[in-house]
């Protein structure tokens, strides 16, 4: 069992940062791939990032390419996301998930644990 917190969210004007951090409990965080997904209202929740168990290797969906960045700590049990250049519409829910599988997925049904979220508003 993984437990997943979410922190650092907020409101941020357009062209602001923000950095997200992912909590998680249990010793096993580094047998897991890490990933940020975001729901924005209306819209269903998409994959932003994914990183694999050991950190070295990252994915980014194409939207956040170049502004944003997903890192971990294995020694903190701790999954970030840095985002820069902030615009109106990264404004959503943000989540952390954990996965068992051995490679970055984008589709959610695959992440066997979910935190409860962080909101991420950005004003235009």
């Known amino acids: 069992q993984v437990q997943l917190v979410e922190s650092g969210g907020g409101l941020v004007q357009a062209g602001g940062s923000l950095r997200l951090s992912c909590a998680a409990s249990?010793?096993?965080?580094?047998?897991?791939?890490m990933g940020w997904f975001r729901q924005a209202p209306g819209k269903e929740r998409e994959f932003v990032a994914g990183i694999t168990r050991s950190g070295g290797t990252a994915y980014l969906t194409d939207s956040v390419k170049g502004r944003f960045t997903i890192s971990r700590d294995n020694a903190k049990n701790t999954v970030y996301l840095q985002m820069n250049s902030l615009k109106f519409e990264d404004t959503a829910v943000y989540y952390c998930?954990?996965?068992?599988?051995?490679?970055?997925?984008?589709?959610?049904?695959?992440?066997?644990?979910w935190g409860q979220g962080t909101q991420v508003t950005v004003s235009s």
């Open positions: 998930a954990a996965d068992h599988h051995i490679l970055i997925r984008r589709e959610e049904a695959g992440y066997d644990y």
């Open positions: 249990g010793r096993t965080f580094s047998s897991y791939v």
